[in-house]
């Protein structure tokens, strides 16, 4: 059974709208993170985690917030979605050591 | 801050051939904690290899890369390429405060027979 989920899987969004991205883990651990993915960028980290209500910024968090509500749950936020965050988005758990992240199956967003 | 090279994009070889994929790390912290990920396609990335430990060998899935802290590299090593290798693999160093990761822009191996 899959340990960290996301949803959607893939969403097709107009430049300005808003687009919620979600992630569960049942792996039980503290820290969770997003990352997007794009060709000749590799994974580069938006926002992280790691405790239930508090988010903390990343390399990339331009343009992006996040929610941690519980320990299991973490959204990205696009408030007003854009052309540039056309990209693939991964969620990840670690434990607070952080010695393996484990991903989810990411989603596909296009901005149109 | 806490940087990661990788410098090859793209390589395609032929299977049978070996593999390597360079990595070079930057970091300010002696402790450093490195990592190969794999990520196949239509999967989601995962663990390949990691090491902490300056010189030592360390080997998964006939995948190996050895840490070296003087000349701050990481590269992973296959003696044979076979077709299911064929995926994208990211180098990652754990940063030095907190759990966070800094990867590579990743290289993406295509085996052709």
């Known amino acids: 059974e899959a340990a960290v989920t996301q949803s959607p899987r893939s969403k097709v969004a107009v430049t300005g709208g808003k687009v919620t991205l979600s992630c569960h883990q049942t792996?039980?651990?503290?820290?969770m993170y997003w990352y997007r993915q794009d060709t000749g960028h590799g994974l580069r980290l938006i926002h992280y985690?790691?405790?239930?209500?508090?988010?903390e910024k990343g390399d990339i968090p331009d343009g992006y917030k996040a929610s941690r509500p519980s320990q299991e749950n973490f959204s990205l936020i696009l408030e007003l979605a854009s052309l540039s965050q056309t990209a693939v988005y991964f969620c990840a758990s670690s434990d607070a050591g952080g010695d393996e992240q484990y991903f989810g199956p990411g989603t596909r967003l296009t901005v149109l | 801050g806490d940087s990661v090279t990788q410098k090859e994009g793209l390589v395609t070889l032929t299977e049978g051939l070996p593999v390597m994929l360079n990595c070079t790390y930057q970091?300010?912290?002696?402790?450093?904690?490195l990592f190969w990920y794999v990520h196949y396609l239509n999967e989601s990335p995962r663990l390949l290899l990691k090491s902490s430990t300056d010189n030592k060998r360390t080997e998964h899935q006939g995948f190996h890369a050895t840490l070296h802290k003087s000349s701050s590299s990481f590269h992973l090593q296959k003696s044979s390429a076979q077709l299911s290798d064929s995926a994208l693999y990211y180098c990652a160093l754990l940063q030095g405060t907190g759990s966070k990761l800094s990867f590579g822009k990743g290289a993406k191996l295509t085996v052709s027979p």
């Open positions: 970091t300010i912290y002696s402790n450093a904690f």
């Open positions: 792996n039980n651990h503290d820290y």
């Open positions: 985690s790691y405790v239930a209500d508090s988010t």
